[in-house]
């Protein structure tokens, strides 16, 4: 069974610094990744997906990851924070013939002035 | 509508009643999931409709935990006999379901609270 695994907890960082969350994913088949934010008191939000292609893809708010197959990571990044960036943000995974997403604990991103 | 809509937004319930939650999905979109949110726990998987095939309800902790889904559309989340542990956010979601890969929108969660 897949499984999605985000190591960090907790990402402290000051405004306008660079952010890389980390996820690693386990899988025996093709899978498509995405990552969600969940803002504080909203539901979760689509940032980015990776389905196929080009293994560096863009989402929004300035956030982008990069899908490694070898590695079987896909980490999110964005280069230079924002106060309103504050939220948790969750990775997940579906299988190639299901669209059931299984999601990491998540890591809460905290940025500071 | 143009989400997910969820309904109650919150419920405070006494341990051993039984409690009912509401998700009507957006319109057209043949998959909903139900997830569950607790803290420090990430989204668990609860139960997931496509269509008219057999629900996957693999994700579901107990017998107490049971979904349906009227019509194609509205769906319900009912759990029987509550206890202290099933306080979390029950998450409704839908996707078109056409595709492998298709974006799943969120509602904003039925904050439970058992008591």
């Known amino acids: 069974a897949q499984s999605v695994t985000q190591l960090d907890s907790q990402v402290p960082v000051f405004e306008e610094a660079p952010v890389e969350l980390r996820c690693n994913y386990s899988s025996s088949v093709s899978v498509y990744l995405f990552w969600y934010v969940q803002y504080p008191n909203q539901g979760l939000q689509l940032l980015l997906k990776?389905?196929?292609?080009?293994?560096l893809v863009k989402g929004i708010n300035g956030f982008e990851a990069e899908f490694n197959k070898s590695q079987t990571s896909f980490h999110l990044r964005k280069p230079s924070v924002h106060i309103s960036d504050t939220a948790e943000y969750f990775c997940?995974?579906?299988?190639?013939?299901?669209?059931?997403?299984?999601f990491g604990t998540g890591t809460r991103l905290q940025v500071f002035p | 509508g143009a989400g997910v809509s969820q309904s109650p937004s919150n419920k405070v319930t006494e341990k051993g009643k039984d409690v009912e939650l509401r998700c009507d999905p957006i319109?057209?979109?043949?998959?909903l999931y139900w997830y569950r949110q607790s803290l420090g726990q990430g989204l668990e998987f609860l139960i997931y409709?496509?269509?008219?095939?057999?629900?996957?309800k693999s994700g579901l902790p107990s017998d107490r935990f049971s979904a349906e889904r009227t019509g194609g559309s509205v769906s319900t989340l009912t759990i029987q006999r509550t206890q202290q542990e099933d306080s979390a956010v029950y998450l409704c979601?839908?996707?078109?379901?056409?595709?492998?890969?298709?974006?799943?929108?969120f509602g904003e969660g039925s904050w439970l609270t058992v008591v």
């Open positions: 997940a995974v579906s299988e190639g013939n299901t669209d059931k997403l299984i």
């Open positions: 979601a839908s996707s078109f379901g056409g595709s492998p890969g298709d974006t799943i929108y």
């Open positions: 409709f496509q269509g008219n095939s057999a629900p996957d």
């Open positions: 990776y389905l196929s292609g080009s293994t």
């Open positions: 319109s057209g979109h043949t998959a």
